[in-house]
């Protein structure tokens, strides 16, 4: 199975808890999804989704001059953000058991 599949499915609910506690921006969202494990995951991908959040008004956005190169475009969760976490949470849980479960019996 590729991973590339997977995180098509999950890259929302990956980017959402990325952002849970620390704003970041595009190219620090993507490495901290890395060093999360998720060294699959494309620079497009999460770009995407971040620019899809923002749109569908998960994300809050903001601008940070920098002096060595392109200003930053921060995103933030905000509170519709924070209930769509939850929900995604418990949506990844109950479908892991279930996956869990299976992969048990198939031994």
């Known amino acids: 199975m590729e991973i590339s599949q997977l995180l098509k499915g999950v890259l929302d ?14 190219y620090d969202v ?4 890395r060093v999360a494990g998720l060294e699959e995951v494309g620079d497009a991908s999460v770009y995407g989704t971040l620019r899809r959040l ?6 809050t956005s903001y601008v940070v001059p920098s002096e060595e190169g392109p200003h930053r475009k921060y995103y933030s969760l ?10 995604s949470v418990s949506t990844w849980r109950s479908f892991a058991s279930a ?5 048990k019996e198939a031994k």
Request: aromatic share 6%; hydrophobic share 40%.
């Open 54 to 59: 923002y749109k569908a008004g998960l994300l």
């Open 78 to 87: 905000n509170e519709p953000g924070r209930r769509r976490l939850t929900e």
């Open 13 to 26: 609910l990956a980017v959402l808890a990325v952002l849970r506690d620390d704003d970041g921006y595009g």
């Open 30 to 33: 993507l490495r901290r999804l």
């Open 99 to 103: 996956m869990e479960n299976l992969l």
